[in-house]
């Protein structure tokens, strides 16, 4: 670690006692935000590959439920776990924070088929629309703080979602 990391790792430290465990879990991804380089990659990477090995082994029937239960937990929850986190480091909208990540990637494999295609394709677009935000996603972190963090990344999510599924109605996907 160089100084710079050692400064910013005890930061850290000190800074956790200000959000609770629980934000800091949720907010993190169960510490995926920790990773380096690109931790936004690594947790919708995690997502991808949890859901993929869980909507597997679901019933066909009930996979779109447990999805959309899922992105609406990741939602619900990594609002406030991202407000917690953001005001307890003094940033707008930490790189640690990855849980809007995960909501956004949840939303766009919504209805996808449960192949390495399909997961792959998926992660792409997402990071793709996630890192550009084309309009009027930029627009969205506007919005106060843990909204903000979250619902950006649901914007590139229902981009990702809408490429998607154009691309399996058209029979471009399979």
Not at 17 to 38: C, E, H, S, Y
Not at 117 to 124: E, K, N, P, V
Request: charge should be positive.
């Amino acid at each position: 670690m160089n100084d710079a990391e050692i400064t910013e790792a005890t930061a850290l430290n000190r800074k956790a006692v200000q959000a609770p465990r629980w934000a800091w879990a949720v907010g993190t991804f169960l510490g995926t935000g920790l990773l380096k380089p690109g931790p936004g990659t690594w947790s919708s990477l995690a997502t991808t590959l949890i859901w993929f090995a869980l909507g597997r082994a679901l019933p066909v029937g009930i996979r779109l439920p447990v999805n959309l239960t899922l992105l609406a937990l990741a939602t619900i929850v990594g609002i406030p776990a991202a407000t917690r986190i953001a005001r307890a480091l003094g940033k707008k909208d930490p790189g640690i924070v990855v849980i809007d990540e995960t909501a956004g990637q949840l939303l766009s494999l919504l209805g996808a088929p449960l192949n390495w295609q399909s997961m792959l394709l998926g992660l792409i677009l997402f990071r793709v629309f996630d890192i550009t935000k084309p309009f009027p996603i930029r627009r969205l972190e506007k919005l106060p703080e843990g909204t903000g963090i979250v619902v950006d990344d649901l914007g590139a999510g229902l981009y990702a979602l809408t490429v998607m599924q154009l691309l399996l109605h058209f029979a471009i996907l399979k």
